[in-house]
């Protein structure tokens, strides 16, 4: 079994020695050898990850925004609101809207204002990534080894009100996510409502996604979103 040293875990982490040090004894691992030296196994540094996230040192980018950008670069279709992508990023709402104005002002973010359904029409601001900025190809690498917190809220249970008139035609046992996740996937698929995929990439399970895929009515790119999906949801929701 592979054994990690606190210097070994923090370059992986992404962080310093003292931090990882001072949070695996806060969490009660037991990361010390009889001979005193501080070790770290593949479970106890996957444990500390889902405390501290891994935020990439990128040049020219503060850790907030470095958060912020990899929230952005893993929703394809953008997050609604300063306080969505604050959530996505785990950063206080503040934070994410400093971070968000410094990455426009970069050229490697930007938003558009839109109309969305919920519940009734309204206006919106979608924020995205810019994979067309010219430092993006050097800086992606960096992006994808981020990893925000782990998140401890409950998955809902049910579709919310705020979603319901995108099942207007739907029994209410439908709306159950643990016997109707791939009905209630390829719904949120076929009307494409941001507000409704990006509530179901938090809360459906990477079977439903790929149930949906399976869809005969979807075209090749909405195939494609939802194995993406899948593939971010992975196999922690079910």
Same mark, same amino acid.
């Given at each position: 079994?592979?054994?990690?040293?606190?210097?070994?875990?923090?370059?992986?982490?992404?962080?310093?020695?003292?931090?990882?040090?001072?949070?695996?004894?806060?969490?009660?691992?037991?990361?010390?050898?009889?001979?005193?030296?501080?070790?770290?196994?593949?479970?106890?540094? $996957?444990?500390?990850? /889902?405390?501290?996230?891994?935020?990439?040192?990128? /040049?020219? $980018?503060?850790?907030?925004?470095?958060?912020? $950008?990899?929230?952005?670069?893993?929703?394809?279709?953008?997050?609604?609101?300063?306080?969505?992508?604050?959530?996505?990023?785990?950063?206080?709402?503040?934070?994410?809207?400093?971070?968000?104005?410094?990455?426009?002002?970069?050229?490697?973010?930007?938003?558009?204002?839109?109309?969305?359904?919920?519940?009734?029409?309204?206006?919106?601001?979608?924020?995205?990534?810019?994979?067309?900025?010219?430092?993006?190809?050097?800086?992606?690498?960096?992006?994808?080894?981020?990893?925000?917190?782990?998140?401890?809220?409950?998955?809902?249970?049910?579709?919310?009100?705020?979603?319901?008139?995108?099942?207007?035609?739907?029994?209410?046992?439908?709306?159950?996510?643990?016997?109707?996740?791939?009905?209630?996937?390829?719904? $949120?698929?076929?009307?494409?409502?941001? /507000?409704?995929?990006?509530?179901?990439?938090?809360?459906?399970?990477?079977?439903?996604?790929?149930?949906?895929?399976?869809?005969?009515?979807? /075209?090749?790119?909405?195939?494609?979103?939802?194995?993406?999906?899948?593939?971010?949801?992975?196999?922690?929701?079910?």
């Amino acid at each position: 079994m592979d054994i990690y040293s606190a210097a070994e875990a923090a370059r992986r982490l992404d962080t310093s020695i003292p931090r990882v040090v001072r949070h695996a004894e806060r969490l009660g691992l037991n990361a010390r050898v009889p001979s005193g030296r501080f070790c770290i196994s593949p479970q106890m540094l $996957l444990r500390l990850e /889902d405390e501290l996230g891994r935020v990439p040192r990128v /040049d020219g $980018l503060s850790p907030p925004q470095v958060q912020v $950008l990899a929230a952005l670069g893993r929703a394809p279709l953008g997050l609604a609101s300063t306080r969505n992508v604050a959530r996505q990023a785990r950063v206080a709402p503040t934070t994410a809207s400093r971070a968000l104005k410094a990455l426009e002002d970069k050229g490697l973010a930007y938003h558009e204002d839109t109309k969305i359904a919920v519940g009734r029409t309204r206006r919106a601001r979608i924020y995205h990534a810019n994979p067309r900025a010219k430092e993006w190809r050097s800086i992606e690498p960096c992006l994808r080894r981020a990893r925000p917190k782990k998140r401890p809220e409950r998955r809902d249970e049910v579709v919310p009100p705020r979603l319901r008139h995108l099942f207007w035609n739907t029994a209410p046992s439908q709306l159950v996510l643990s016997h109707a996740g791939p009905y209630i996937a390829e719904r $949120l698929l076929t009307t494409f409502d941001l /507000d409704g995929l990006s509530w179901g990439s938090r809360n459906l399970r990477a079977s439903d996604w790929e149930g949906a895929a399976g869809a005969r009515e979807l /075209d090749a790119r909405t195939r494609a979103l939802a194995l993406n999906l899948a593939e971010a949801a992975g196999d922690g929701q079910g």
